[in-house]
């Protein structure tokens, strides 16, 4: 079987949060599984820091914006230890060359963000076209590349190779559906009738590809069960779609995100102070004196619980929530470490009550993946407090690394973390979303931390679960194999 991956991005080469993660790691076990897969993604500015070599047959790909030409080159990456994993850059300075991923230096999105993504799509299906790859199935992932099927079923349904190929679509955040400016209709190349009122790129006098992407996908998918469940039944999580993803002829399928193992895995993780593993702890907790240390806070908390935090810092991830209950969190004793970027006001309360509790709190507003790492080794709690995740992919890498989470109930951290009940459990949930129920939580989990017995098997349970990719691949394989099978 050949699998087309296209997205917006895919770690190492470009990743602002956990597609990133997705698109790097999948395709690869999929590949160990015997099955060739490319991957198309934009050659952005961090791209070129990659060995990768131009596509000379491709020295020109050109697509129509309007009425502008607008020329691209191709890069290919291959993957030096599996030899059926490629990866496809499409360049073009203007657009993507000279930038990072979604937003500038100031963390505000590129205001042809629209554009930029729609050339991305109409260039990928002409690399496909232009390579004569042939192939079975065409996974797209989130809004970026909603368009994809679209293009499918409206301009090519009788062009091969695409006429026989099946089209996948994974929704990792259905809050951002790319909305924009009916007028970008004009470079979009699609019927006309797509764009009239209730057409299915049409969302309140908007252009919504992420509705035309639900609607004309051979599968839509997302990242957990629980939040298929969630989209399909509230409103809220569902943001608007609830009714387009209905009117499917098949539900969502949700699908556990896996992690990488070879670069998160406390037993060889090269960025840690000291590796570790279930059966010898000690190097927790050296991880944890040197993490207080680098953060020049208190010594003294080497003895005090320490939680952790590494995430964007919008509004999904609980922030509000946090700031409102942190005073409360440090009073009690605790140590807090944040890293994490976003949005500027957040970032100002944060960094107001680190310099009120500078001995026990310390922020970094950065992304930086080695203090990620270091951070997820060194503390003993590891929060998500979000509103809503799609799945969440830290909370498998503090359970592995036996940072106990703690987290609201919902999406992919409800699929994850198993609360703790007096002998069972890897972590800690609060159901209702508000600040007392996360405090009254952080102090149960704090209770427990005081009970070595307990916190060693809390501990014990998550650094055992396997979150290997093999599994989610296991599951994709039998979508794609039901597809092409036409069972579905
Ligand atoms: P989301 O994709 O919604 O941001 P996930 O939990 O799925 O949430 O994935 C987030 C990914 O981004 C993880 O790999 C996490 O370690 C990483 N990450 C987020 N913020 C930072 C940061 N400031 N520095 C380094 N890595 C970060
Ligand atoms: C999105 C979601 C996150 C998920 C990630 C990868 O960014 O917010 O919950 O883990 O995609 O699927």
New binding site residues.
């Given amino acids: 079987m050949n699998i087309i991956f296209i997205a917006a991005e895919a770690s190492p080469f470009a990743?602002v949060?956990?597609?990133g993660?997705v698109v790097g790691a999948l395709p690869p076990a999929l590949a160990n599984r015997g099955f060739s897969v490319k991957v198309i993604i934009p050659g952005y500015r961090s791209t070129w820091n990659y060995k990768t070599e131009p596509l000379t047959q491709l020295s020109n790909l050109t697509v129509t914006l309007g009425n502008r030409v607008v020329a691209s080159q191709v890069r290919r990456w291959q993957n030096p230890a599996q030899a059926q994993h490629e990866v496809y850059f499409i360049d073009n300075p203007e657009y993507f060359g000279q930038r990072d991923v979604y937003c500038d230096e100031n963390g505000k999105p590129y205001s042809d963000n629209p554009e930029r993504f729609i050339l991305f799509q109409k260039a990928a299906l002409k690399l496909i076209a232009e390579t004569r790859w042939s192939p079975d199935i065409i996974h797209c992932h989130d809004y970026h590349t909603a368009l994809i099927p679209v293009y499918l079923k409206k301009n090519l349904a009788q062009v091969p190779p695409f006429n026989t190929l099946k089209s996948v679509l994974t929704l990792?955040?259905i809050a951002y559906q790319g909305d924009c400016e009916m007028q970008l209709k004009e470079i979009c190349d699609l019927p006309e009738e797509l764009f009239m009122p209730m057409g299915a790129l049409e969302w309140y006098n908007r252009l919504n590809p992420l509705k035309g992407g639900i609607i004309f996908a051979d599968a839509v998918t997302t990242v957990s069960p629980t939040h298929a469940r969630e989209i399909m039944t509230d409103e809220e999580l569902g943001a608007g779609m609830g009714g387009v993803l209905a009117n499917r002829p098949t539900p969502v399928l949700g699908i556990l995100n896996g992690i990488d193992t070879a670069e998160w895995n406390p037993v060889t993780d090269v960025y840690l102070f000291m590796p570790y593993s279930i059966s010898n702890l000690a190097g927790k907790k050296v991880n944890k004196v040197k993490l207080i240390e680098i953060l020049g806070l208190n010594p003294a908390l080497e003895s005090r619980p320490l939680l952790g935090i590494?995430?964007?810092l919008v509004e999904?991830k609980g922030i509000a929530l946090l700031i409102d209950g942190l005073e409360k969190i440090l009073s009690l004793g605790a140590g807090f470490v944040i890293?994490?970027?976003g949005e500027q006001n957040y970032q100002r309360e944060l960094k107001r009550l680190a310099n009120q509790f500078s001995d026990r709190m310390a922020v970094k507003f950065?992304?930086?993946?080695v203090?990620?790492h270091r951070i997820i080794a060194g503390s003993d709690l590891f929060l998500m407090p979000s509103r809503f995740?799609p799945?969440?992919?830290?909370?498998m890498?503090a359970l592995n690394y036996g940072a106990v989470p703690v987290v609201h109930h919902t999406g992919g951290l409800a699929d994850t973390v198993i609360p703790w009940d007096g002998k069972d459990g890897n972590g800690f949930a609060f159901r209702e979303y508000r600040a007392e129920a996360m405090l009254k939580t952080v102090c149960e989990a704090l209770q427990v931390f005081e009970k070595p017995d307990e916190w060693r098997k809390i501990i014990i349970n998550g650094m055992s679960a396997d979150f290997s990719w093999d599994r989610a691949a296991t599951k994709y394989i039998a979508l794609y194999e039901n597809l092409i099978n036409n069972k579905i």
Avoid: F, M
Avoid at 391 to 395: E, K, L, P, V
């Fill in positions: 990743k949060g956990g597609l993660d990792h955040n590494v995430s964007r999904q890293l994490g970027s950065d992304y930086d993946n203090l990620a995740e799945c969440g992919i830290t909370q890498y």
